[in-house]
């Protein structure tokens, strides 16, 4: 498979190196100052960027007819838009917010429990969030899509960040030294607390979950998610 990275930051690097470990080589690297790509050498673009590169960036692929695999956060009040171009284009779309096997089954986790806790009113849950110092968004994406499967199994409305009224999730975002990415989800009553934790120890896991969901949208037409790919549900 021939891949186009764009952004070639820390996933960007660690992506190349699982994508030649698995066989496949690297034929584009758009970073900010690249002026042209051919895209008619790309198999697959795998976009992680900056969340304001991102949207530009995923639209520009389906108008060259390249699947795109986006693991960008922070940009998503344009995801609709995206869908929609990708269906006008007839082109391939997987965006998530985390590729890792490991976040891809605590979703799910998160999902069950949330649909347990929705009948005991007792329990408050919240959610915490750690990565390092260098990421532009906060709350994190996958934070944002725990608290989406919260809000569908429970009759919890919205998320908000740090402060929150008793229809909103409340997500504390913290930025120390080089953490890959932590999330947990807690609820809590007054009498005892029940935790579910997700600690990334580095970024491979994040990047083989794009290189494996870019193999797996070859030939394929349509806007898929990792559910699709890891035949999860
Ligand atoms: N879904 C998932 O599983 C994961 C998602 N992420 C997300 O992926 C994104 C990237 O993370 P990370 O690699 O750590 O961040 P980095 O800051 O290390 O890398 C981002 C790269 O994108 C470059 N960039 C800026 N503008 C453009 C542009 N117009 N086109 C292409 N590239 C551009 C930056 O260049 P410059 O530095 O010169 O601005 C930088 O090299 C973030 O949104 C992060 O939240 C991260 C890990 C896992
Ligand atoms: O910026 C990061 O590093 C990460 N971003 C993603 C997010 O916002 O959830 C995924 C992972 O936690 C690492």
């Given at each position: ?63 060259n007819k390249v699947p795109v695999i ?115 989800v807690s609820y809590e009553s007054e ?43």
């Amino acid at each position: 498979m021939n891949i186009g990275l764009f952004g070639y930051g820390k996933m960007g690097k660690m992506i190349e190196q699982i994508a030649q470990q698995r066989g496949h080589s690297i034929v584009a690297k758009v970073d900010v100052g690249t002026k042209e790509a051919d895209y008619s050498k790309m198999d697959v673009a795998i976009d992680f960027s900056t969340p304001d590169a991102a949207y530009q960036n995923i639209i520009t692929c389906f108008e060259n007819k390249v699947p795109v695999i986006s693991g960008t956060t922070g940009w998503l009040e344009r995801y609709a838009e995206a869908v929609k171009h990708c269906q006008e284009k007839k082109g391939a779309f997987i965006y998530a917010s985390n590729f890792s096997l490991g976040v891809n089954l605590f979703f799910e986790l998160n999902e069950q429990l949330a649909s347990m806790m929705s009948k005991l009113e007792q329990y408050s849950v919240s959610m915490e969030e750690i990565h390092h110092t260098q990421k532009l968004d906060a709350p994190s994406g996958t934070a944002i899509t725990l608290a989406e499967g919260i809000i569908e199994h429970s009759s919890y409305k919205t998320w908000k960040s740090e402060t929150a009224d008793e229809k909103s999730i409340p997500i504390t975002s913290k930025r120390e030294g080089a953490v890959a990415g932590t999330h947990i989800v807690s609820y809590e009553s007054e009498v005892d607390k029940i935790e579910i934790k997700h600690v990334a120890h580095n970024r491979k896991g994040f990047a083989l979950g794009a290189v494996i969901a870019a193999e797996w949208i070859q030939g394929k037409t349509g806007v898929f998610s990792m559910k699709d790919v890891l035949n999860l549900s």
